[in-house]
């Protein structure tokens, strides 16, 4: 069974730094991987979509990484803003079409 | 992006009552629709799978009877949680994506604080 994890569980940073965040998933036999943002009690905000194929994506800040064979993504964000501070998620889609979480990252940047 | 729109946003009930939690994809048609629980502090566990014109698949250990599902339209799927008890309470999501089967970007409704007294 797919497996997802995410280090770290906890990160807090000053406003303005660059940071990185990791996911990493036990079987490689994926379609494509997501990263999500979840505000405190609040849905989840799709941030971005890498296909299997793909290497990497980039949306403003954020970017986003995906090497399948080791089962590892990280998602970087530059510049770092206090309204940046929530839960991100990473989730892998597999041929059954629902998604696998991984435990999530609570972010916390410091003005 | 692709819009989900789930309603309630928050309900308490009373043990022993059913609760009706919708999910609709506002301008997509969706013949598979997701529902996920999250416990606080907790990542989204999959419950069960919610086929349109079909039964719904459920995860193992999710019980059939207490959590109905029915999909009745392209872009409407219905979470029933049957005479709840207080351990029923959580955090329920439901999503969907346009795109073809194995390859579809998952959007999510705003989910369903779901409070049992």
């Known amino acids: 069974k797919q497996e997802v994890t995410q280090i770290p569980a906890a990160l807090s940073v000053p406003e303005g730094e660059n940071l990185v965040l990791n996911c990493s998933f036990t079987?490689?036999?994926?379609?494509?991987l997501q990263w999500f943002r979840q505000d405190p009690g609040k849905g989840l905000t799709s941030l971005l979509l890498?296909?299997?194929?793909?290497r990497e994506q980039t949306s403003g800040r954020l970017n986003a990484s995906l090497d399948k064979s080791s089962g590892r993504s990280t998602l970087y964000i530059a510049a770092s803003q206090p309204g940046d501070s929530a839960t991100y998620l990473c989730?892998?889609?597999?041929?059954?079409?629902?998604?696998?979480f991984g435990t999530g990252t609570r972010l916390t940047v410091i003005p | 992006g692709a819009v989900v729109s789930q309603h309630p946003s928050r309900v308490i009930c009373k043990s022993g009552t059913s609760v009706k939690i919708e999910c609709r994809s506002l301008?997509?048609?969706?013949?598979?629709m997701f529902w996920y629980r999250q416990f606080p502090k907790q990542s989204l566990m999959l419950m069960a799978t919610?086929?349109?014109?079909?039964?719904?698949?459920?995860e193992q250990g999710v019980e059939k009877d207490k959590f109905l599902i029915n999909h009745a339209s392209l872009t409407l799927s219905t979470l029933t949680v049957t005479s709840a008890h207080p351990e029923d309470s959580s955090f329920y999501i439901c999503?969907?994506?346009?795109?073809?089967?194995?390859?579809?970007?998952?959007?999510f409704g705003q989910g369903t604080r779901l409070t049992v007294v």
């Open positions: 999503s969907a994506g346009p795109g073809s089967r194995g390859n579809t970007e998952a959007f």
């Open positions: 079987d490689s036999a994926i379609y494509n």
């Open positions: 890498i296909q299997s194929s793909q």
């Open positions: 989730a892998v889609q597999t041929g059954a079409n629902n998604l696998f």
């Open positions: 301008d997509f048609q969706a013949t598979t």
């Open positions: 919610s086929n349109e014109g079909s039964k719904a698949t459920y």
